[in-house]
């Protein structure tokens, strides 16, 4: 019995420091989607479908792996220096359309990575003209 009682004494604060550290990793995460720096959102003057083509190839330019296409929503995934980058093109108007680039690297944002990728296709999108 004393056992049990002295087992129990030294568990207890040990598994309440665990979940307070898998709180403090959660609210990491939640804060870090709460103060999302890593989206890059731009309205261009190209067609959505125009847009589209250049960034499947912009992004199979910039991975070493191939990238996950949907093509009926134009969305992109890619890996690219380590993170995951997410493009979506959108129509706008008549020949206008929006890009939004998110990267994430390590369960983080990744605004460096983010901005790059948007400045690297909307840089495609302007040597097409």
């Not at 004494?9 to 420091?17: D, G, I």
């Not at 992109?76 to 020949?95: F, K, L, P, Q, S």
């Not at 939004?100 to 840089?123: H, L, P, Q, Y």
Request: proline residues 2%; hydrophobic residues 45%.
């Amino acid at each position: 019995m004393r056992k049990s009682l002295i087992a129990a004494l030294f568990l207890v604060p040990l598994a309440s420091s665990c979940a307070v550290l898998a709180g403090l990793g959660a609210g990491a995460v939640v804060a870090s989607e709460a103060a999302d720096q890593s989206v890059y959102v731009g309205q261009l003057p190209s067609s959505a479908t125009k847009a589209w083509a250049q960034t499947k190839v912009s992004l199979s330019n910039l991975s070493l792996k191939p990238i996950t296409v949907d093509n009926e929503a134009m969305k992109a995934t890619a890996e690219i220096e380590g993170a995951t980058v997410d493009v979506n093109v959108a129509t706008y108007d008549h020949n206008r359309c929006e890009i939004t680039v998110r990267a994430k690297k390590f369960m983080m944002n990744s605004g460096e990575t983010a901005k790059f990728v948007f400045d690297k296709i909307v840089a495609d999108l302007e040597n097409q003209r």
